[in-house]
């Protein structure tokens, strides 16, 4: 049976000016079209063939040669093509474009940019994507443990919650909101690290380095925009967390942290409404 969405081995049945058909030799009544340009030199009835099969602007299968950057089932990323009243067209390598549509998007995509999808037939055996990957990634994730760098792609963000992250792509991963300090979109490619294995093989992440680590960055960080207010921040560590969180990208504690070796080092004071560079 000829499978759609799927790379197929098929034989020559019969050849045509305008293409050849390919089947299989013991259901020679199931047959789809390769065309001519497309039917490489010297390949005759009879001979076997790998190609790709999908649909045309006519919703009829018809077979390629060409490679496409996603299949049946698997996961990829994508770029928006267009988009229309029905959802979004993405270029995956092959002369048709292929739909996401509306319901299978976990945000609204932009024009040009590129987001993880999988593929899916619908209910009338259309070939389509979706962005919504939460039960189709793998977890299989013995090869990661506590501590490792990860890099992935965000597919989705659900308040409470948090970034639903695709390590590698491939694997199933969260930053959970307590760990989020910038605003993360599907589609955004991220880095961090791996803060939990958890028993179902799902992974904790978090973009911020370990804390000894980490409290050195923000210090710095944090002395330069001091730098920019020239060398008067106007609120303290008592600051309202959200205060902090827009200016800082940092949680409160996060900030206390990096004030506090900043005093350490002797390099700023802590006023009563102001923190302010020692010269």
Request: hydrophobic share 35%.
């Amino acid at each position: 049976m000829i499978e759609i969405g799927t790379w197929n081995t098929l034989t020559i049945i019969r050849s045509k000016e305008f293409g050849v058909y390919l089947g299989e030799k013991d259901n020679p009544s199931d047959v789809v079209l390769l065309p001519r340009k497309q039917v490489p030199e010297g390949y005759k009835a009879g001979a076997k063939m790998d190609v790709f099969i999908y649909r045309d602007s006519q919703d009829r299968p018809i077979a390629t040669t060409n490679k496409p950057l996603i299949t049946m089932g698997n996961i990829s990323k994508l770029k928006v093509k267009s988009v229309t009243s029905i959802g979004a067209f993405m270029d995956w390598g092959l002369e048709k474009d292929i739909l996401l549509p509306f319901k299978e998007q976990t945000t609204k995509v932009e024009e040009g940019k590129s987001y993880l999808v999988r593929m899916y037939s619908d209910k009338s055996g259309r070939l389509c994507v979706s962005m919504k990957l939460y039960g189709h990634l793998d977890k299989k994730t013995g090869e990661f443990k506590k501590g490792d760098s990860f890099t992935g792609t965000v597919y989705e963000y659900k308040q409470g919650m948090g970034a639903f992250v695709a390590v590698e792509d491939r694997y199933s991963g969260l930053i959970h909101e307590n760990e989020l300090f910038q605003k993360l979109v599907p589609g955004d490619e991220v880095s961090g690290r791996i803060i939990k294995v958890r028993d179902d093989g799902k992974l904790d992440l978090s973009l911020r380095d370990e804390a000894h680590i980490q409290q050195k960055e923000d210090a710095e960080m944090v002395y330069d925009i001091i730098k920019s207010y020239q060398g008067v921040l106007p609120f303290n560590d008592k600051a309202n967390p959200e205060i902090i969180k827009k200016e800082f990208g940092l949680s409160k504690n996060a900030f206390k942290r990096a004030v506090g070796k900043l005093l350490k080092e002797k390099k700023i004071v802590i006023k009563e409404k102001t923190i302010e560079i020692l010269q």
